[in-house]
């Protein structure tokens, strides 16, 4: 096996593993599960607002993207 091979093996297992244990802290955690819920629609409706704002001003995509987090 190549040592890059072994190293993208051992990061995905590593991130793998990560993702899991966030995902198990995260749905025993309430709050943040709520908060985790609440923030999906608010960020789907500040892009949509970015995009359409980007068709009338003629906006780049990073322009897009500061107005959406903002």
């Known amino acids: 096996m190549n040592t890059n091979e072994l190293v993208v093996t051992l990061l995905a297992t590593v991130l793998t593993a990560v993702i899991s244990y966030c995902g198990n802290v995260l749905v025993k955690n309430n ?12 960020a ?13 001003e003629y906006l780049t995509g990073v322009a897009k993207k500061n107005h959406a987090v903002q």
């Open 31 to 42: 709050r943040a599960l709520t908060i985790v819920r609440a923030l999906e629609p608010l």
């Open 44 to 56: 789907r409706d500040a892009v949509i607002a970015a995009q359409k704002l980007g068709v009338t």
